[in-house]
């Protein structure tokens, strides 16, 4: 009997071994055709005209200003002082704020009607976040232009983050000068 259960068990294991050894058919897909496109309906052709022409006009670039005012513009622009910030930050120095002082003082003087603030960054840092942070920094400026009692319609704000490098050099000394912001008269 045991003898009998042995040769049974060993037929069945080699049944086994064998059937789970062969290879099984895979079922292969063939291509389906691809169906037709629908063609979409003739339209009546589009008429063209001939236009004839004309010489292009160039658009005003800058607002024209009288002679006798561009002196005084060219005169407050360049005594608007910049300031410049530490790394990394949009707080305002006393050395700032003393210089935000002086440039309130001139474009109340000189009766300015925009004056544009330009916050730049040096070269540290991604894209998006300097420009980010070249515009915290025109825009504590210009609040603080504000509390010195400059109008806020006649001020306005852009970030060039790192674009407009003051120094284009690679150490600490050309960071601290890119690190700032500019005041630009856009108009009197």
Known sequence: MERRTASVFLVLSCVMIMASGCAKNEIVKKDEGIAPVATAPVKAPVKTEVVKEQPVKQAKVAESIPEENAGQMGQLKSALEKIYF???????????????????????????????????????????????????????????????????????????????????????????????????????
Not at 137 to 165: C, D, F, N, W
Request: negative net charge.
């Open 86 to 188: 530490d790394f990394d930050s949009f707080k305002l120095s006393e050395a700032a704020r003393s210089e935000l002082v002086k440039n309130a003082d001139m474009i109340k003087k000189d009766h300015a009607e925009k004056v544009r603030i330009e916050g730049n960054c040096d070269e540290r840092g991604s894209d998006e976040y300097n420009l980010a942070l070249g515009e915290k920094r025109a825009k504590v400026a210009m609040q603080y232009l504000v509390t010195l009692g400059i109008p806020a319609e006649h001020l306005s704000v852009i970030s060039y983050g790192k674009e407009k490098p003051a120094d284009p050099g690679h150490d600490e000394a050309a960071w601290a000068k890119n690190r700032r912001d500019e005041f630009v008269v856009i108009s009197k």
